[in-house]
């Protein structure tokens, strides 16, 4: 099963409007990392936020998190058509052998209207 | 520099037959790990390798099983496949693993019939 939910899971917005997506976890990470996924295919790395950080931003990406509250919320501003797809955050709790496993929220589907 | 590769795209298999799937990594990175992402279970991590080792494994049973190349190269098994094995298989690459980016494939989508 998957540690993190995402809200909300489906967002239809008009193209130029700002789409906001929110995560929630339930252990302590290392960082938290936001992805994209267009029809089924692979996965693209949108950003990383470390555990320490409360703010980041790439472009017309910006993420919070709150580790106090163990959420993570990503806006995308002016948005445009092609970002419609799927976004998926992704945490990596810490753990002593160092093993690396991300868990993954169950995702928003994001819809941009021309 | 390139990104992951995964291969191949697609596959379809009969049930009770045994897949291959294949991933490169990134150049330099040693950390590679596999998700399957299903409709109904979204995207489960299956198992690391890190420099030829497994380091960690997923709820998966003993059917799913992984190995890892000296060049980092990975390869994942299936035995014995069933419908519900019917997903994408997703490889991540990471430079050393736990705490770092980790960069994804395009996938493998395999059907089992």
């Known amino acids: 099963s998957q540690q993190g939910e995402e809200d909300p899971q489906a967002l239809s917005i008009q193209e130029g409007e700002n789409a906001t997506m929110n995560c929630s976890y339930k252990?302590?990470?290392?960082?938290l990392q936001w992805y994209r996924q267009n029809s089924g295919r692979g996965l693209v790395h949108l950003i990383l936020?470390?555990?320490?950080?409360r703010e980041k931003h790439s472009g017309r990406l910006r993420v919070t998190l709150d580790t106090s509250k163990k959420s993570s919320s990503l806006l995308i501003t002016a948005s445009r058509a092609a970002d419609t797809a799927s976004y998926f955050c992704?945490?990596?709790?810490?753990?002593?052998?160092?093993?690396?496993?991300?868990?993954f929220g169950s995702g928003t589907r994001l819809l941009v209207r021309p | 520099k390139a990104g992951v590769t995964q291969t191949p795209r697609y596959l379809i298999k009969t049930r009770g037959q045994q897949v291959t799937l294949s991933c490169s990594p990134i150049?330099?990175?040693?950390?590679v790990s596999w998700y399957q992402q299903t409709p109904g279970q979204g995207l489960q991590f299956l198992f690391e390798?890190?420099?030829?080792?497994?380091?960690n494994k997923g709820n998966f049973p003993g059917r799913f099983s992984g190995r890892q190349f000296s060049n980092s190269r990975s390869e994942m098994n299936v035995s014995t496949l069933e419908l519900g094995d019917s997903a994408l298989y997703l490889c991540?690459?990471?430079?050393?693993?736990?705490?770092?980016?980790?960069?994804f494939g395009q996938g493998t989508r395999l059907t089992v019939v």
């Open positions: 991540a690459s990471s430079l050393r693993g736990l705490g770092a980016e980790a960069f």
């Open positions: 390798y890190f420099s030829e080792t497994q380091r």
């Open positions: 252990t302590s990470i290392n960082n």
């Open positions: 150049s330099g990175h040693r950390s």
């Open positions: 992704a945490t990596d709790g810490s753990r002593m052998d160092s093993s690396y496993k991300l868990i």
């Open positions: 936020i470390r555990s320490n950080e």
